[in-house]
């Protein structure tokens, strides 16, 4: 394993400076500038509209595709499929109603393709929930997850590596409750199921054990007076959380939080916010209760790329004492990299981490903690085959630093999935 590490380790390299290199250096031209382009120089191709569409919306330019589209309708309202393509669009920024009328248009005009048809009365039905107040998503994710570690020379574990079946289910149902700060209730829960080799920081290495994480919340989602910005939200949750990392482990509790979140502009988002949970229900961990904040923004840029800050921290407590805590800080890049017309588009993100942890040793006691800090860089590749279907590819290579140096780890991750979001 030592000596597979390294070549393991270049490898995940070169696929994460895939994400920070400019785009000309890698021969991945701008998607959404070259589709614009594309689309000035043949206004009236059905085709290039049909791709700037596409990939303006993957790169959350809504504003762009909708102001061609429009300009395109006026000069071909009977073109059935940019009607479609334009109720898509007004369906992502939540008017309905002209999303409805686009598409029924659409369909009365006729010359769609059959699956066409059956998208088109797949959004009519979507749209007609949503003019309801409620709209939901499901999305079932599988795939495999495979993991090497390599423990310092002189600790009480060898080296090892697994590779294991990886599945997720999770979504929400929000229910619009009719005020004019379009506020709304949301029901959202995941369960993910997969095998990890647990050396948890708080523990003596153990061995691979099927982990399992599940949380539940019910949020109210307020907006709040917004004069001179674009949006100001306050979000309010009581929420169950669960993590069982072996038999003997298993942390679980219910919580409240609160989060406020700002967009100064389109382009600009801004968040902070924390919570409490209380852990007494838990077994084989010594905190009974947790104090949690974070704080964080991200940047996009015309270009479809967005820049993410994020810092988190916690706090455990037993009978009222601080035992333990943790903070730990992510920048994140990325954004539209490629868009090949009908079969995919590819966005890629590229995150650095970074944090501390000072907890009890569940081998020894309350009384002993164990300090360490570690750094994360990771490779996430999503592959868009449909507006439900994608393959994603995520790559992760950790280090963990200990007081006690036998005890320190490097590890390479590895994921890939498919997903299939239902609405």
Not at 113 to 141: D, H, K, N
Not at 163 to 186: H, I, Q
Not at 204 to 216: D, L, Q, R, S, W
Request: hydrophobic letters at 40%.
């Amino acid at each position: 394993m030592q000596s597979s590490f390294p070549a393991i380790f270049g490898f995940a390299a070169a696929l994460l400076c895939t994400g920070v290199l400019p785009a000309g250096a890698q021969g991945l031209f701008p998607a959404y500038d070259d589709a614009f382009s594309a689309r000035i120089a043949s206004p009236a191709d059905n085709g290039t509209l049909a791709q700037f569409v596409t990939v303006a919306v993957n790169a959350g330019q809504y504003d762009q595709a909708i102001s061609s589209i429009e300009q395109y309708l006026i000069k071909y309202p009977r073109d059935a499929r940019a009607r479609l393509a334009a109720s898509r669009l007004y369906y992502h920024v939540g008017s309905y109603e002209l999303a409805r009328r686009q598409v029924q248009y659409g369909m009365e005009v006729g010359g769609l393709t059959a699956s066409e048809q059956q998208e088109a009365v797949r959004l009519l039905a979507r749209i007609e929930r949503a003019l309801r107040g409620v709209t939901w998503e499901l999305a079932l994710t599988g795939g495999v997850f495979s993991a090497f570690t390599d423990f310092e020379p002189g600790g009480a574990q060898d080296d090892d590596s697994f590779v294991s079946p990886y599945g997720r289910a999770e979504g929400f149902v929000r229910w619009d409750l009719g005020t004019p700060s379009a506020d709304a209730l949301v029901l959202s829960g995941s369960l993910t199921a997969t095998q990890r080799f647990f050396t948890p920081d708080l523990s003596v290495p153990g061995g691979k054990e099927t982990f399992i994480h599940g949380n539940a919340a019910i949020t109210w989602d307020k907006g709040l007076p917004n004069s001179g910005i674009d949006s100001l939200r306050l979000l309010l949750s009581a929420f169950t959380v669960t993590d069982r990392f072996d038999s003997d482990i298993q942390e679980t509790g219910i919580g409240v939080s609160g989060r406020f979140l700002v967009r100064p502009t389109v382009e600009t988002t801004l968040f902070a916010g924390g919570g409490y949970i209380d852990l007494s229900a838990s077994q084989g961990i010594f905190a009974d209760s947790r104090v949690f904040y974070e704080a964080g923004g991200s940047y996009r840029f015309r270009n479809g790329q967005a820049l993410g800050l994020r810092f988190v921290g916690s706090n455990d407590f037993a009978s009222g004492s601080e035992i333990g805590r943790s903070y730990t800080g992510e920048v994140r890049y990325g954004g539209l990299l490629m868009n090949v017309p009908d079969l995919f588009a590819w966005s890629h993100q590229v995150a650095f981490s970074a944090g501390h942890s000072d907890a009890p040793d569940l081998s020894v006691g309350i009384g002993t903690s164990i300090k360490s800090d570690f750094w994360r860089i990771a490779s996430e590749s999503d592959f868009q085959l449909t507006e439900s279907q994608k393959i994603s590819v995520d790559l992760a290579y950790r280090e963990t630093n200990f007081d006690i140096a036998s005890r320190d780890r490097k590890s390479f991750e590895m994921l890939m999935s498919y997903t299939l979001t239902l609405n």
